[in-house]
């Protein structure tokens, strides 16, 4: 399985979720792969950051707004920002490759403005992060 799905396959298990009030397990089937899992638990373990992020970022809109397979997008495409080192045994994808992996799912499953809306964020949190080094 590619990369690609399984990015999706981690925003589709935190989409199912949060829609439906499950733990990340039980949206997993027996044969998931590490990197689908590693992405939702890292998500998981710092999603109270990752929102307040997507809050900071998100200018005129409250988190609650933003739909959640948007909300899910975000997610990943910024611990995949913030936290691709503790993917164990893979090699981090570059900035610009996570913002562009969670534009193209944008592009491929959400509404005609999600895809600038999730740019716009994450670019936003990685021109912060990079004037903060």
Same mark, same amino acid.
């Given at each position: 399985?590619?990369?690609?799905?399984?990015?999706?396959?981690?925003?589709?298990?935190?989409?199912?979720?949060?829609?439906?009030?499950?733990?990340?397990?039980?949206?997993?089937?027996?044969?998931?792969?590490?990197?689908?899992?590693?992405?939702?638990?890292?998500?998981?373990?710092?999603?109270?950051?990752?929102?307040?992020?997507?809050?900071?970022? $998100?200018?005129?809109?409250?988190? *609650? !707004?933003?739909? %959640?397979? #948007?909300?899910? @997008?975000?997610?990943?495409?910024?611990?995949?920002?913030?936290? $691709?080192?503790?993917?164990?045994? *893979? !090699?981090?994808? %570059?900035? #610009?490759?996570? @913002?562009?992996?969670?534009?193209?799912?944008?592009?491929?499953?959400?509404?005609?403005?999600?895809?600038?809306?999730?740019?716009?964020?994450?670019?936003?949190?990685?021109?912060?992060?990079?004037?903060?080094?």
């Amino acid at each position: 399985m590619r990369r690609t799905e399984q990015r999706r396959a981690a925003v589709w298990a935190l989409y199912q979720s949060d829609l439906l009030g499950r733990t990340l397990e039980e949206q997993f089937a027996g044969d998931t792969h590490a990197f689908t899992r590693s992405l939702a638990q890292l998500v998981g373990e710092h999603q109270d950051e990752l929102d307040e992020l997507i809050r900071s970022h $998100a200018t005129g809109w409250s988190l *609650e !707004r933003i739909a %959640p397979l #948007e909300r899910s @997008i975000l997610r990943v495409g910024l611990v995949e920002l913030l936290y $691709a080192d503790a993917i164990p045994g *893979e !090699r981090p994808i %570059p900035p #610009e490759g996570a @913002i562009d992996e969670a534009v193209e799912t944008a592009k491929r499953f959400c509404g005609a403005n999600a895809p600038g809306f999730i740019n716009g964020i994450l670019g936003s949190v990685l021109r912060e992060r990079v004037s903060q080094t």
